[in-house]
């Protein structure tokens, strides 16, 4: 934006171009995606609890060196994401031993699975209302499935 003496700051052409492109484009965001998005779950959509949560769902319980390699996380980062999905009650984690080792195993609560299928609905809601064509079907008028 650049400014006129004693009239203000004044929108460059492509600024206004673009404010009413987003104003027309208003009208064909499909009514479901903003609430697709407020559907996505803060504390799964951070890439380290996604890639946890991802790979639990999958594999069901996993000790911490599969877990860590499959999450490709450090030993650090693995713990502190472990230990905020495990305060939101989405994951269980068991301590013992393994003859004289110490084992430390993670797997899905309930509530974190139910939360895991409700954000990749959520998810499947933004992807269908993104893809061309009509009513989120892809490009060649297929499914979007």
Do not use: W
């Amino acid at each position: 934006m650049t400014r006129r003496a004693d009239r203000g700051p004044v929108a460059s052409p492509a600024s206004r171009a673009a404010a009413r492109a987003a104003e027309e484009s208003d009208a064909s965001v499909p009514d479901a995606l903003p609430d697709a998005i407020e559907g996505l779950d803060r504390v799964i959509h951070e890439r380290a609890r996604l890639a946890i949560v991802s790979v639990l769902a999958s594999a069901g319980e996993l000790n911490f060196s599969e877990l860590r390699s499959l999450t490709r996380l450090t030993d650090g980062n693995l713990s502190v994401h472990a230990r905020v999905l495990e305060e939101a009650g989405y994951l269980k984690v068991r301590k013992g031993y393994q003859g004289r080792r110490p084992r430390t195993t993670y797997a899905l609560t309930a509530r974190g699975l139910t939360a895991v299928r409700g954000y990749v609905a959520a998810l499947e809601q933004i992807v269908t209302s993104v893809r061309p064509g009509p009513r989120g079907s892809g490009a060649d008028g297929g499914s979007v499935r």
